[in-house]
């Protein structure tokens, strides 16, 4: 066997653990190399799917049966590069069940569904300010409350 047969055999041998694992780790190299490729040039054929968590809350206002859907987590990976990763997603998922919080479902991102949810969303954050017919009614009922308790 001249040693160019040699060199061929070993290479070829799959049984090597040494080679598995230089293999292994060349693979590896090279799908870290991949995602940060993606992620830094914004490339869609190597995108990695990102998941979050919503909440379905089903109410009675009024009389009337209304329902929405509200954004637990975010989409994005900003302080955990793997966060919105779904076997991560589906692991807080649990824990969030855990914790009794009901109705949970994880969610594949898509940008306009999930932009469109942050947004109604923030029409239940909205703050009204307090004005100075508020402050003079909540006073009044302060005085109130203190007369009929016996105020001190």
């Not at 807080?92 to 306009?112: R, T, W």
């Not at 969303?121 to 009204?128: A, G, L, M, P, S």
């Amino acid at each position: 066997m001249s040693t160019q047969e040699a060199k061929h055999a070993e290479v070829k041998d799959n049984d090597v653990p040494r080679i598995k694992a230089i293999r292994g780790l060349a693979t590896l190299i090279t799908y870290q190399l991949i995602e940060r490729a993606a992620s830094i040039n914004k490339d869609p054929t190597f995108y990695i799917m990102k998941y979050y968590i919503t909440q379905t809350i089903v109410e009675v206002v009024d009389g009337r049966l209304t329902g929405r859907e509200v954004v637990l987590t975010r989409a994005d990976a900003k302080v955990d590069k793997d966060g919105a990763r779904l076997q991560n997603v589906k692991m807080f998922m649990h824990k969030l069940k855990a914790l009794g919080i009901p109705n949970l479902h994880v969610n594949k991102y898509e940008k306009k569904r999930y932009n469109k949810l942050i947004r109604e969303q923030n029409k239940y954050r909205k703050t009204t300010s307090l004005t100075v017919a508020d402050i003079a009614k909540m006073t009044k009922e302060a005085e109130e409350e203190l007369t009929q308790s016996g105020g001190e």
